[in-house]
């Protein structure tokens, strides 16, 4: 029996494509092991930005020495950086013996997880149909796609089977879903379908909701549900009308701030997650303090900021007034700063107050959870004190919040 084994990048989306490339493999008789114990290995990469790039190429070229000492027989590089740069990577990567593309949308409803046995990734839709001028996403994933509601349901019982604690519904753009398909946002129909079939999932959490495609019934959703986290994932990029012209983005800052507000008295205690790009072409430091001011206005609950790659085949590659790197980072790390006092703030309003968390680890002087105001990965961590009886990973226990930090607060069991 062949053993493959897989590395993989990126977001959580490349995640649902590496396990369903694992399933298709165990199909056809292939073992999964670890990198290093495999015949063949399959390094499943991101070309997002500049970063992922380059962390893609430095894994590939780790990999290959393994291949030099003769433990490994094959490389098989996979996803969003084979999709965009195959012929050239074949012409300076003469060790890899195959380059394929992206796994496209339901092209296997087999899983062999690789996230912790506790929570999973949903992915109901592929690419975009914003159009950003920065993004490159189009590029590499095509035409936007989304799951057939029944295809996704399928998924849904098998994880409900499982008695997963999380399911995670993603994609680049999932307010979008069903725009293709049905000629319809159909988002909030999912949601509804997806919390019947999901009678023993604990949590369901959506990610990635372009702002202008948000609408009234899928916040009611969210609201009058219980099963779903009062957790909104709203990327907006910037706030100044100019620059968020430039990007293409369909919002206007009023409308973003109008948003936000309806949010929040829509679906009380709500978490909502911004995503931020600082030193676009030609933003000037007016505009960046423009930023800065909305962001200490706003008081976001949870923020991830980004300075701008400039990536071939984007319109913004070509736009003149590109910021220098050094003040590129410099704006980022106020940005940082000024996120860091908020997050301080925020966290100091749940000190003494009850809340379900979801145990995640064991660590040697406590246990690590999340609350459904985190994300996996990307958000902060509960700090749970121990007791005499242990606390069963992927469990659900009640805890009174004792202390907050920067980013993570500290809970003590309940009984």
Not at 295 to 300: A, L, T, V, W
């Amino acid at each position: 029996m062949k053993t493959v084994g897989i590395l993989n990048l990126g977001c959580p989306r490349n995640i649902v494509d590496a396990e369903n490339t694992l399933g298709r493999l165990i199909k056809k008789g292939y073992k999964v092991t670890d990198l290093d114990k495999a015949e063949v290995a399959i390094i499943n990469t991101c070309a997002f930005i500049e970063d992922a790039k380059k962390e893609s190429i430095e894994a590939i070229l780790e990999v290959a020495e393994l291949k030099k000492l003769g433990r490994l027989k094959k490389i098989i590089v996979a996803g969003c950086l084979s999709q965009r740069y195959k012929d050239q990577l074949r012409r300076e990567l003469p060790e890899v013996d195959a380059f394929v593309g992206a796994v496209k949308l339901g092209q296997s409803d087999h899983r062999f997880a690789i996230t912790p046995r506790h929570y999973a990734y949903l992915k109901i839709c592929e690419s975009c149909i914003n159009n950003c001028s920065f993004c490159v996403i189009p590029k590499i994933k095509g035409k936007f796609t989304s799951l057939d509601i029944n295809a996704a349901l399928r998924q849904v019982r098998r994880l409900n089977k499982d008695k997963i604690s999380e399911l995670n519904i993603i994609g680049q753009d999932i307010s979008g879903y069903g725009l293709d398909l049905y000629g319809e946002r159909a988002l909030p129909d999912l949601l509804r379908k997806i919390v019947k079939a999901a009678k023993n999932i604990g949590w369901i959490r959506v990610l990635y909701l372009y702002p202008d495609k948000i609408v009234d019934e899928l916040l009611k959703v969210i609201k009058d549900e219980p099963k779903i986290c009062r957790y909104i994932d709203l990327p907006i990029q910037h706030i100044n009308g100019r620059i968020l012209k430039l990007m293409n983005r369909r919002s206007t800052k009023d409308e973003i701030v109008s948003l936000i507000e309806k949010i929040r008295k829509t679906i009380p205690d709500v978490a909502i997650r911004t995503s931020l790009i600082v030193g676009f072409p030609t933003e000037t430091r007016k505009e960046f303090q423009e930023l800065l001011g909305f962001i200490r206005q706003m008081k976001f609950e949870r923020l991830g900021a980004f300075a701008y790659s400039r990536e071939e085949g984007t319109k913004a590659f070509g736009l003149s007034g590109q910021v220098p790197q050094k003040e590129k980072l410099a704006r980022l790390n106020e940005v940082m700063q000024v996120q860091k006092i908020i997050s301080e703030e925020v966290n100091r309003n749940f000190l003494g107050r009850e809340m379900r968390v979801l145990i995640e680890e064991k660590g040697k002087d406590y246990y690590l959870a999340r609350s459904e105001y985190d994300a996996p990965e990307v958000d902060g961590n509960v700090f749970v004190r121990p007791q005499k009886d242990a606390f069963e990973i992927g469990s659900f226990i009640k805890v009174k919040i004792i202390d907050t930090l920067e980013y993570d607060l500290v809970g003590e069991a309940l009984k």
